[in-house]
């Protein structure tokens, strides 16, 4: 397990794991059933993009869809941020990863917990 040290030797340590994990000559952790998840922005392109996604997209989308009429400043929530409801959130909704259970109700996809206004996470997309 890996702390939060500092960011050069967070990134060599998360990329030894990583290469180690699924190296070609075998896991050296195959004993462990699980070995924890530990990843750096730098070595993993997917975080990178999810970094992207919620900080500069699904964040501003989610305050501004659930939170505009309790905030009172407009620090966190501006009214910009329609824009990107409407530009991009057909495409995030399209993003996402929906699966129906054997009992027909929906799981996985982008969720939201609104304790303000309880909106459904539909209110994200448009």
């Not at 998840?37 to 919620?54: E, I, K, P, R, Y």
């Amino acid at each position: 397990m890996a702390d939060s040290r500092n960011k050069g030797k967070n990134t060599n340590v998360s990329h030894s794991i990583f290469t180690q994990r699924y190296s070609a000559a075998g896991d050296p952790y195959n004993r462990i059933v699980e070995v924890p998840t530990f990843g750096h922005s730098d070595n993993h392109a997917g975080l990178q993009l999810t970094d992207v996604l919620c900080s500069a997209l699904l964040f501003p989308i989610a305050v501004y869809r659930c939170a505009s009429t309790a905030l009172t400043n407009q620090t966190h929530c501006s009214p910009h941020y329609a824009k990107l409801v409407e530009k991009f959130g057909p495409r995030l909704q399209a993003l996402q990863h929906r699966f129906r259970d054997q009992n027909g109700h929906w799981h996985g996809g982008i969720s939201l917990t609104d304790r303000v206004s309880h909106r459904p996470s539909t209110v994200l997309f448009g």
